[in-house]
């Protein structure tokens, strides 16, 4: 079956430092990927989302490239501000599963003034 | 595009208790999905619908768990008979079809004493 492995948390980073949180996943199709970001007292909201090979996701200054021969799906950042402190979900869907989101379990991030 | 809304945000009942949660979906949206998040963890898939017809219901879903969704548009996620282990955050999210992302509503956090 499909499922998403995701670096453990908390990450605690100075503002303006690099981030990386890594995601691996595993999936007997051809699955999209996805970056979902949980702010405090928020609902789930679509970060990036990548659907083939090669692509690249992008928002915000976040970034993810879509890795097939390392099923990764690494999610960066070149300078964290404060308000990126949050919740973030790696996920993949699948097409032949009715695309229904596959998760990790999630990374906190904290960022220090 | 006012989003999807979830009711009640917070339900807290005795175990044994059925409670019911109800999920507006994005208008035009014609995909509906409910999951479950527990402290800690990312969501899980519980089941989804295209239009009225539900399509794959997870293991997860035990035979107290119902769901329908009657026109094809809002949907109730029902529990009969809870169990302190039903205590999570139960999400809702919809999707035009395949394969457009999903967005996520606010959840509704059911608590079983």
């Known amino acids: 079956g499909n499922s998403v492995t995701q670096m453990e948390g908390p990450v605690t980073l100075s503002e303006e430092a690099f981030l990386t949180i890594n995601c691996t996943y595993t999936?007997?199709?051809?699955?999209?990927l996805f970056w979902y970001v949980q702010y405090p007292g928020e609902g789930l909201q679509l970060l990036l989302k990548a659907t083939k090979a090669d692509d690249k996701g992008s928002n915000k200054g976040f970034e993810a490239t879509y890795r097939k021969e390392t099923t990764s799906f690494h999610l960066e950042k070149g300078s964290v501000q404060v308000s990126d402190s949050a919740v973030y979900f790696c996920a993949l869907s699948d097409r032949s599963s009715g695309d229904k989101l596959t998760f990790g379990t999630g990374t906190r991030l904290a960022v220090r003034p | 595009d006012t989003g999807v809304s979830q009711d009640p945000r917070h339900k807290i009942t005795k175990r044994g208790q059925n409670v019911t949660f109800r999920c507006d979906p994005i208008s035009e949206h014609n995909r509906l999905y409910w999951y479950r998040q527990t402290l800690g963890q990312g969501p899980e898939f519980l089941t989804y619908f295209q239009n009225e017809a539900q399509l794959e219901k997870s293991r997860l879903l035990s035979d107290r768990f119902s769901a329908e969704r009657p026109k094809g548009s809002f949907s109730t996620l029902e529990i009969q008979r809870t169990e302190q282990g039903d205590s999570a955050m139960y999400l809702c999210?919809?999707?035009?079809?395949?394969?457009?992302?999903?967005?996520f509503g606010p959840g509704t956090r059911l608590t079983v004493t």
């Open positions: 999936a007997t199709g051809y699955p999209s």
């Open positions: 999210a919809s999707s035009r079809d395949s394969p457009y992302e999903q967005y």
